[in-house]
């Protein structure tokens, strides 16, 4: 092993070996195990970054740690892709990681499983980063399982919450829709390519048939779409929120649900063939950046506003891949993640001044309290808004600019009254719960949170401020595209760009939409110009629709849920009672009540096991009949 | 008449024959020591006997390992030992192994007399072996025979407990009407080829199949004759495999056995059917008498499908293992459809990691079934994991296994023999087993839940996080043989999902030794 | 002969009903050593002349008298009627009559070859019965055989841990 293939591996490592102490050990270390955590991840940052520069000043390289699965023609290995893709990927992760790790060690302080969630939170980088660079799509797919697992843990951390247990079952449920179909996908890929590996897969993408390819795009998409909380398998995003808060940050801002993007630019050969699969992804990003953000003007968890914001930004990441523009999507993608990850650690630290307060309509005036926490939140309010000089100006209007220059004129309308409709949204919340009148109670102190957690906060906010730069010049000259576009480059250019409307134009037209919404938050809330609940009324069942999430939860559970506790509870009666615990009640109940008086356990029981063994005899030998 | 023998059947060498039957024979000599003991009272009280099984296991596993690389046919090709039986001897060996650890505390607990428990254990590792290895129709009876009256034995063996008595007589009475299948079917065949030796049969039936013109046509009668006596056969078979229609003894013999005794069935007997089942398989359902796969293509589906259901419906985690074992063999049976030389080795693979995962989940039952909670039904297991944390980490892996969850043994596994079927082009069986598993999960999962997520509604929830005392590995009265059963299990379901390479190596190289027969 | 054959397999087969439709354990018991007598017939039919002393000898001698022994010994007069299922009857019996039709259908199709084994009455005949016996259980099947020993000795001690009260 050379130097790079070392760094590559240590990356990881460190993680695990994290897991592995804190999870042993973890009650010998006590506090300590926070702060050994963090360093762990923050080794690992400062290794990615090493990292970063061989790879950004010579080329990316591939690397096998040990052979995994040799059996026949079928060759997996545990091996590493690095690439600028990749590299671009584990810098941020693993960054955002121990910002979010050193800020927990105040957050999760005095939790009775502080070493546990330090465990699991290390176990999850882990496996995050190995999803990152592994080279195949079994090691993909096993990385994908487990990302997913410790999100679920992590969701479901305090556990003696009941809502915090179900999320983390409805985030686990959901998530297996989504990854059945990219299960599938999987074995269809390898059905066609009969391997597995990522460079022999997408050689041989040219030569295959359209139509496979779109399937295969598509079933993966479906994988996407559960991890990255896109409609219609959203729902299980927002009650995630029942977990940590610094976990939010982590997992369902900045990393684990872009996993989806990732992959999707990690298979961007895969995709840019199918223009058809390409398409689906643009409607369905487009659809849920509009529909998350309409849920989110009405809503009064302050947690859950911030997460409605990610299922919609996820949306435009997903129009941005959608047109082929990935290097936009992968832009938005980091942006995004540096400052989402601030609106959840401000979010989590407003939560933390308040005693775990998250109702707008019992805050307000917070921002004499707590001064840190507002300045921070309001840079990545600015942000998520795209007005200039935030990262989010840059990104997103690189995306809406690709939008509207490839011609997709509606989507990119859906998006700029999206983003208008953000802007709205993330400042109603600033206004409602920093400046307006203080709804809180008189006896609830205040405070500001300690140093270890707002250094994060500010950490991340000069980041979130700043990152925006490398954006610039803009379009295709800017230095983040010429960077990364060297990875894109066997795309098949399956959009072209038919317009050239000048960018200043497209710019200032998302910076209005921006400046609109914060305006109109301003006028509702701050001035009171107009009454909220004048609104309210004149647009009621708007209103209706919005703050009750359009009926998602309540459709699936119409659709789905009530069926299937109709169809198990009559499984239960039949099955169950009458033939599995026939143990108890007597056998012969199963095919007529009226025997179930006789309680001659051991004949009804047996005869019926002899006739269903008969009738499998019978069965078997009629196929003689009928092949 | 003395000259007409040797004339048809050859000659063997007595060395030969014996050497091909060591392993077994090393098992039923420590039986019969172990057997022994109970004439001296004093020596019958003490451990000599959970000893002496564990060192004769070690003793017929050393000499299998010495043994390996021959290829030997013993007593007139009644049985055979070639790399096929060394790996499965080896299954067989370790799931024994296993549950003669997890057997002290449970036979201490319940006060069962026990050198004669480690004994018919020995017996029926031997039998299982014997089925394994057999080459001939009337040796596969016999030791099919052998092992289900020793499984019926200990599945009875909890004496004066209703459940087990009545678990061992259901048991009984359908093994034997099975067995009646099996042993009809087997007369069907030798009607129809005039042959017991399998190997004879296989040559029998490829010279028919594609002798003189090349064309698969069998003739007229002999067909029918055939096709008849391997349904029934299978019918037999499937029975041990616990397949669908078949099955109806698992969920009671389960529930009602001694656990280690479960685990002794789901693993041992298990495999020792499904190895069987596979050389029958290879040597002749593989020929094209008429097309078995379909009718193996409809019971694993059916198996998996009411598995998972009755699972899922199940409140009992020994009830809902024992379902989960039904689904698992749906699976499993998988891998024979792929077939060709990856399926058979990916079923070999499921097998060895099914050991490992099965036998785990049923050491820890165990643990809790000695612990102080009430019953084994899943809401009682409520926040067990604060009280016993390694255990319950332990539990929570084997699950995850069974699940198919990556990073364990039981996801390469299920790769290894669903990729086999997707290369054979069972496309729509992989699509019903991927939905299937992913159903699946949803059980294994909850009992996951229930051991770290206690809800406070729960009545009786054994104890609250962070309230539990016993943080140590060992508790109360589990024994150190348990503990080192569940290491096993944990070390090798986890190296199997993280470094299978030796693993498929070696099942590779047995089921090559399988296909070259 | 046929007319023998078919003579004795009538006879097995009605006794095996009575067997089980009897309701008094004893009937059933004798009905049982009318079939073993038939099974026997079956093999003089075959020449196995010692088989058949043996069947009887073992079978119908020595542990259908234990059988009932034992019967009379827990002074069983009468079985309580076990409550059947009607549906469960009327499916089992279309179920057994699917599969002897199956059976049936099976057979009749095959029977265009006979296939025969080396074993033809005149072999045997030359051999004699029991040495041909002798010979396969001592030297192809010597393997089987034992394990039969080995079976029937660990179903001794099964029974034997069954059966005693206080070990």
Redesign the interface.
Known sequence: MDFKTTITWLIPLFPLAGWLLWGLFGRYLKGFSGYLASAFIGISFILSVILFFIVAYSHGFTDTLYPWVHAGTLKVGVSAVIDRLSVIMLVMVTGVSTLVHIYSIGYMQDDKGFSRYFSFLNLFVFSMIMLVISNNVLLLYVFWEAVGFCSYILIGFWYEKKSASDAGKKAFIVNRVGDFGFATGIFLLFMTTKTLNYEKIFAMVPTMPTLTVTVIALLLFAGAVGKSAQFPLHVWLPDAMEGPTPVSALIHAATMVTAGVYMIARFHVLFSYSPTASEVVLIVGTFTAFFAAFIALTQYDIKRIVAYSTVSQLGYMFMAVGIGSYTAGMFHLISHAIFKGLLFLTAGSVMHGLSGELDLRKMGGLYSKMKTTAITFIVGGLALSGIPPFSGFFSKDAILADVYNKGYYFAWAVGEVAALMTAFYIFRLIFLAFFAESKIDKGLHVHESPKIMTIPMIIMAVLASTIGFLGIPPLNHSVFYKFLHVDFQNAKNFAPIVNSMPWYVLSSISVAAGLIGIYIAYLLYIKKAIDPEKIKNMFKPVYELSYNKVYIDEIYDFLIVKPMLVFFGFLWKVVDIKIIDGAVNGIAGAFGNFSVKARKIQNGMLMSYILTLSIGVAAVLFYYFIR | MHNIMPAIYGLNSLEKSMLSIIPEAVVILFAFIVLFLTFFEKIAKSKNSYYLSLIGIAFSILYVVMLSGRNLTGFYGSVVFNGYDVFLFIAILLSGFLTVLVSKDYIENFDLPYPEFYSIILFGISAMMFLVASNNLIMVFISLEFMSICSYILTGYIRGNARSTEAALKYLILGTFASAFLIFGSVFIYAAVGHLNLNSIHTYLENISYGNNGSASILSGMGEYLSIGLLLFMVGLAFKMSLFPFHAWTPDAYDGAPTPITSFMATGIKIAAFAVFLRIYVLIYNINVINFNDILWVLAVLSMTFGNIAAILSANVKRLLAYSSIAQAGYILIGIIGGGFYGYSGTLFYLFTYIFMTAGAFAVVIIFENSDIASLDIKNLSGIAYKYPFISAAMALFMLSLAGIPVTGGFMGKFYVFSAAVKSGYYWLVFIALLNSAFAAYYYIKIIVKMYMPVKEDSNVSCIAGEGKNYGIVNGNISEGIILAVIICLFFTLIMGVYPQIFINFANYSAASLASL | MEALFYIFAFIAIFSALMVISMKNPLTSALYLVLCFFALAGFYVLLDMQFLAVMQILVYAGAIMVLVVLVIMLLNISRLNA???????KI??II??I??FG??V???V??????????FTHSVIN???NT?VIG?FLF??????FE??S??LF??I??AY??AKKK?
């Not at chain 3, 076990?82 to 469960?88: E, L």
């Not at chain 3, 199709?109 to 080396?118: D, R, S």
């Open positions: 076990v409550k059947t299922d009607f549906h469960q499916i089992g179920i057994a699917v599969l199956e059976i259908i099976y057979t199709n095959g029977m265009t070859k006979k296939p025969t084994g080396i030359k051999i004699g040495q010979n030297t192809k099947y010597t393997l089987s394990i039969a080995i079976l660990v179903a001690i099964g841990l069954f070990l």
